[in-house]
């Protein structure tokens, strides 16, 4: 006879689940054991944290959810970052936790939390299994409610008895494709109807725009319209940047070169916009108008209140959009002649031969080393800024960042995912010293792995974003300093290789040897964080008008 493990297996298998991330406890054995005889891979972890972020880098590049497992009590709870990083960036994700026996408790309270309680914050869903004739279709639920808009994850906890119970077979339930209607036709023309009136027109890209069922419909409306385009953090690479409607990335909320033509734009058309990402541009009285266009109603905020809604499957909306105002926008380029200046600026100094190296050609160099469908995977720290507004992308899910939770720790795992998804591509996690030691124990996994990835450590030695805050409010530099291991004995210790980079011609030379050679490869470079208060500070307070000012000059 089948036990509860057996049914959460099948049910898995069932789904398409191909693999599971797990640091499991005693009270997932019966789990592991039924994993063992199934065609469901299990990836031990060194942390629950690293298994919920592989999980949730799953579901952000396929849209389905990525599956992840611990025990009870502190497993459980390590798994709460992760919740919030897929809750909050709209990851689709299961996390399966044990528990303690419901029936009858022979160790009282020891380990025991109220996990479902503590995690509905932070899920979509979070359901105890009481039942093993239930499992089947409460693991159906579960991955219907992570993957529908807006994703994000759901918590099913298995008590051990559960678990290990027998019982009669009990059939799976049929997955059936649930497809999103699009827009309504009075929202289409409303829409239309104002960007036929615009004068300046500019399309804004969010990170739903990324989601992988949107791309090419989105990519057809920016070349059916020819209106330029910007993009927030987490929508770079839906449309190519590369194209000559590409105007930047909003990696600053405000005063940035891009904003020039946010600035003076009469309406924008933001995509997939998700107000939990850090504002791109902040809307006020005298600005432009906005067309939302989304899988989801727009979260009115203080500062984002569209005029105008389409809400439905973006790619098919966005085409009866086009098919409304093709070859009708006779001012659609209005905003192309800022191009060209917007992003001279961005591009300055960045083969500049300066030591320790800048952040603009550290941005520079890798993408010298990584394709075009290279993927690089950014933890948490001032360099994302820099690659942000900086490096060039031209396909979708290339660049993985985090500008929802914007949790540190999460780039190396998040690199791993997709070096296990896409062995064929170059894939290079870009890290802080800071953020790296904060999951490096996962280099083992990925040395076990026999992955194919390489880490850049950005060394120096300080939690160097706040740092900089710290000096721009006018604080004195305290508190936010600390030493590093010797990163190449470091890397080498765990299986992997390991390079220093002494000087700044080295850095690309040493980055595409490290690709060549194979395997997990380290390479730690010093970098020179004196250009933030340059560029970010002085420069764009020097030579970008306020809003106010452009807004009043229209």
């Known amino acids: ?197 615009a004068k300046r027109p500019l399309i804004m890209l969010g990170a739903a725009a990324s989601r992988p069922r949107s791309t090419a419909g989105i990519g057809d409306f920016v070349r059916r319209t020819r209106i330029p385009f910007f993009n927030t953090q987490m929508g770079k690479g839906t449309v190519p940047g590369g194209t000559n409607l590409y105007m930047g990335t909003a990696a600053l909320s405000e005063r940035d070169y891009v904003h020039e033509a946010v600035d003076r734009a009469d309406l924008i058309i933001a995509i997939g916009h998700d107000t939990i990402e850090k504002p791109p541009f902040i809307m006020g009285p005298k600005g432009p108008q906005v067309i939302h266009v989304s899988y989801t109603p727009a979260n009115v905020e203080q500062i984002y209140f569209p005029q105008c809604e389409v809400v439905g499957d973006v790619g098919p909306s966005l085409e009866l959009l086009a098919d409304r105002v093709e070859g009708r926008l006779h001012y659609a380029g209005a905003l192309l002649s800022l191009r060209e200046d917007i992003l001279s600026h961005i591009g300055d100094r960045n083969k500049e031969d300066r030591w320790p190296v800048t952040p603009q050609r550290i941005v520079h160099d890798v993408r010298q080393v990584i394709p075009e469908d290279g993927i690089i995977a950014l933890d948490n720290g001032m360099y994302k800024i820099w690659f942000a507004r900086n490096y060039r992308t031209f396909v979708a899910n290339t660049v993985l960042l985090d500008n929802a939770l914007a949790t540190m720790g999460a780039g190396l795992p998040s690199a791993m995912m997709a070096s296990i998804l896409y062995p064929e591509r170059r894939v290079m996690a870009v890290c802080g010293d ?121």
């Open 434 to 554: 800071g953020g790296f030691m904060m999951n490096s124990q996962e280099m083992e996994t990925a040395v076990r792995l026999k992955l194919n990835l390489v880490i850049l450590i950005l060394e120096d030695s300080a939690y160097g974003m706040i740092r900089w805050k710290q000096a721009v409010d006018g604080f004195p530099d305290f508190g936010l300093t600390f030493g590093n291991p010797d990163f190449v004995k470091y890397a080498e210790s765990y299986g992997a290789k390991g390079s220093r980079v002494t000087k700044c011609g080295d850095l690309a030379p040493t980055l595409e040897a490290a690709f060549k050679g194979g395997g997990v490869h380290l390479v730690v470079v010093p970098i020179d964080y004196s250009e933030n208060k340059r560029v970010l500070v002085d420069e764009l307070r020097a030579k970008v008008k306020p809003v106010e000012e452009t807004a009043e000059s229209r």
């Open 1 to 197: 006879m089948p036990k509860g493990s057996d049914l959460l297996v099948a049910a898995l298998a069932n789904e398409g689940v191909r693999r599971i991330f797990t640091v499991p406890g005693e009270e997932n054995l019966d789990v592991v054991e039924s994993l063992r005889s199934s065609e469901v891979e299990l990836i031990l972890t060194r942390h629950e944290q690293g298994a919920a972020f592989m999980a949730a880098t799953y579901g952000r590049l396929t849209g389905k959810p990525g599956v992840c497992m611990t025990t009870l009590g502190p497993g459980a709870l390590n798994l709460t970052t992760g919740a919030a990083y897929a809750l909050l960036g709209a990851m689709p994700m299961i996390m399966i936790t044990g528990q303690k026996g419901i029936m009858k408790s022979r160790q009282a309270g020891f380990q025991i939390v109220d996990v479902v309680s503590a995690f509905k914050p932070l899920t979509k869903m979070s359901r105890q299994i009481v039942s093993t004739a239930t499992i089947p279709t409460l693991v159906r639920d579960a991955f219907r409610i992570a993957a529908e808009e807006r994703p994000g994850p759901v918590l099913l906890e298995l008590p051990e008895d559960v678990a290990g119970e027998e019982t009669d077979p009990v059939a799976m339930v049929r997955l059936h494709p649930i497809e999103i209607p699009v827009a309504h036709r009075a929202s289409l023309d409303r829409a239309a109807e104002m960007m036929l009136a």
